[in-house]
């Protein structure tokens, strides 16, 4: 336990030097913001493209008309 604490704690200190770091140089946040949101969108484009096709295009003008 005391040495998940310490890893812990080590883990949370390097996060905030890490968060400390970027919010320095406004450039390696933008990059980190850019990527984050290329992430989220291709997550969420195959996340609709999964839904579609466990749907099945037929069921798609039925949805589209309600």
Known sequence: MNLFKRLLH???HTRRKFLQQIFVS?????NIFHIGVMAAAMKAKSA???VAQRVGH???PALLRR
């Not at 406004?26 to 933008?30: E, K, V």
Request: glycine share 0%; net charge positive.
């Open 48 to 50: 609709a493209t999964a």
């Open 26 to 30: 406004p450039s390696i946040a933008a």
């Open 10 to 12: 080590q883990a949370s």
């Open 58 to 60: 037929r069921h798609w």
